[in-house]
């Protein structure tokens, strides 16, 4: 995992914080600057964020464990496919936000659209969204993992068969 020292708990607060945060910028945007496409783009960002809790908290309530193979590649595409679009957007944003010669003062941000803060808005939601697709993987094949080591102890499933090469003790 990308932070092998986080435990689900503090990505889970981390993913927490990226709702509220998408939530109030979002707020902020669409109040004070009317920027719509930075507005729409941080609400959105909060969804892909609260994906994301969704997964941690899976996780941790052990309801992974009853998912299908088909919610898992659902959950991952759900996450993927946005993944694409935003970094499209981020590339989309800059090119135009450069052609048209737009700045990042105080001015220039006032009562107008301004697509350098869009592409900041789709790189935050390329990030949940390809945090989120990256974690239903690891979970996914962390539970394969579990329930292949689950199915090879149990007593029905064992059996005497070795290959030749291995000698019985």
């Not at 944003?93 to 808005?121: F, P, R």
């Not at 329930?147 to 019985?168: A, F, G, V």
Request: net charge neutral; aromatic share 18%; charged share 15%.
């Amino acid at each position: 995992m990308a932070c092998a020292f986080c435990t689900p708990k503090i990505k889970m607060i981390y993913m927490c914080c990226g709702v509220a945060f998408g939530v109030c910028a979002g707020a902020w945007y669409g109040i004070i600057f009317h920027m719509i496409s930075a507005t729409t783009v941080a609400f959105f960002s909060s969804i892909f964020a609260g994906i994301g809790v969704y997964i941690h908290v899976s996780s941790m309530k052990k309801w992974m464990i009853t998912w299908s193979e088909a919610k898992f590649k659902m959950m991952f595409w759900i996450n993927l496919i946005p993944f694409v679009l935003c970094c499209a957007g981020i590339i989309g944003s800059c090119v135009y936000a450069g052609i048209d010669h737009e700045g990042l003062t105080i001015d220039d941000l006032k009562d107008q659209e301004n697509w350098w803060m869009t592409a900041c808005w789709f790189f935050i939601a390329a990030k949940w969204s390809g945090m989120s697709a990256y974690y239903i993987r690891g979970y996914s094949a962390a539970i394969k993992a579990m329930l292949m080591d689950q199915q090879h102890n149990h007593p029905e499933y064992q059996s005497d068969y070795q290959p030749k090469y291995i000698e019985k003790v």
